[in-house]
């Protein structure tokens, strides 16, 4: 793909959505901590029925240490392996308060030594929290970058790193919600909705679902 075909697109998501956001709720960066580790292998929508009960009883990393595994475990049971994220929130609340005065850090490093932190969740944090030009890739990011050929790649870490060289630079920031949203709404797994999709004309993906009226859609 080109690059102005790539900067197309990217113009087309920032003139559809101007402003992306995640749709985990949350207040602070450590709200946020805690809802992206509890979103492995999870929906949004489940995590927030979750987070909205555990953020009312304890928002700091002093309040749910103070609730232990056990307690912990009673407002997430609702979300898969919730034993496993039970305990690494409470070792992740522990590290911090130990090591960054309770306050979730800036830096990647830092970051991946929290327990249940890998680097898609530190691109997360490092994007939606603190604003950094990130690239948190999920199954979402990975089938779009690779139906679309935006960024093709065999591996997380490849497609990552093609996506960080090849967005332009105005849209990077926001690029990793553009990508999820499209990904999860529109260029689904089974069966993309290439009809609604406003990059159909520039989308590289051979097998596109035909259109409802036999036209191809644009976005000016």
Partial sequence: MNPARRAEIFRRFHTHDPAPATELHYRTPFE??????L????????????TARLFQAADT???????????????IRSIGLYR????????????LLERHSGEVPREREALEDLPG?????????LNTAFGEPTIA????????????NLAPGKSVEEVERRLLKVVPEQYRKDAHHWLILHGRYVCKARTPDC????????????AKTPSR????PTQS
């Avoid at 496993?84 to 590290?95: D, F, G, M, S, V």
């Avoid at 009809?195 to 051979?206: G, T, V």
């Fill in 32 to 37: 946020l901590l805690v809802a992206v580790i």
């Fill in 39 to 50: 979103s492995a292998q999870a929906t949004d929508r489940s995590v927030n029925l979750a």
């Fill in 61 to 75: 990393p002093e309040r749910i240490l103070a609730l232990g595994e056990d307690g912990l475990g009673d407002y």
């Fill in 84 to 95: 496993t994220k039970a305990r690494n929130l409470i070792a992740t609340c522990r590290l």
């Fill in 117 to 125: 932190v890998g680097r898609k969740t530190a691109n997360v944090i």
């Fill in 137 to 148: 890739v999920d199954t979402h990011i990975f089938r779009v970058a690779n139906r679309t």
């Fill in 195 to 206: 009809p609604a999709c406003i990059i159909r004309d520039l989308c590289e993906y051979k």
């Fill in 213 to 216: 009226e036999g036209n191809v």
